[in-house]
């Protein structure tokens, strides 16, 4: 099964203070999850992360609400699962929601260059270096795929989470012969 994440997306407001965490062991590294008091996952953070999340007093750590992320995190390093199918709640402005609905649209094991992400969202020629922001600002790295995005030219560019980790997602789901390095 391939295509967007599929679970309901909600935008996130200030009022949610209640903020769940955990750590999961994965191939990239420990992989630091939040969500919501809605069990809504608002963030996945590999360690290194450019402007990743940190633990922040007066979070719970509570691995609960993280067991249906867990089972499709496994199975997606497993290759069984090509599509999460989580609840997901961002907090972005309106143009950045937009960038990451866009992200939720590449499938598994495809790529897509920065300019098709703008015109999918209706942003001009001019706008690529904005999407490429908004991109970089995804908060929800694996799940929401922003490794798939990579240079007109077919360049690998770059991914919050660390070039290594962009390459070795794009070689787990066998879409890196497409692409150079």
């Known amino acids: 099964m391939t295509g967007p994440v599929s679970g309901p997306v909600t935008r996130a407001s200030a009022a949610d203070v209640a903020v769940h ?22 963030s996945l953070s590999v360690p290194g992360q450019k402007a990743g999340r940190t633990v922040q007093d007066g979070w719970r750590d509570d691995p609960g609400p993280f067991r249906e992320a867990e089972r499709q995190l496994a199975a997606y390093f497993a290759g069984e699962l090509k599509e999460f199918t989580l609840p997901l709640r961002t907090a972005g402005t309106e143009f950045r929601e937009r960038v990451w609905a866009a992200l939720d649209s590449v499938p598994y094991g495809a790529t897509t260059t920065y300019g098709a992400i703008a015109a999918r969202v209706g942003a001009s020629r001019m706008a690529v270096r904005a999407v490429g922001g908004a991109i970089g600002a995804n908060p929800l790295l694996i799940v929401r795929p ?14 919050a989470g660390g070039l290594d980790r962009k390459v070795r997602l794009l070689t787990h789901e066998g879409a890196l012969t497409a692409v150079r390095p």
Do not use: F, M
Not at 21 to 42: E, I, K, N
Not at 146 to 159: E, F
């Open 21 to 42: 965490w955990t750590r999961l062991d994965s191939p990239l590294g420990q992989l630091l999850l939040t969500a919501d008091a809605d069990g809504a996952l608002t």
């Open 146 to 159: 922003c490794h798939r995005v990579i240079g007109t030219d077919g360049s690998l560019t770059g991914y």
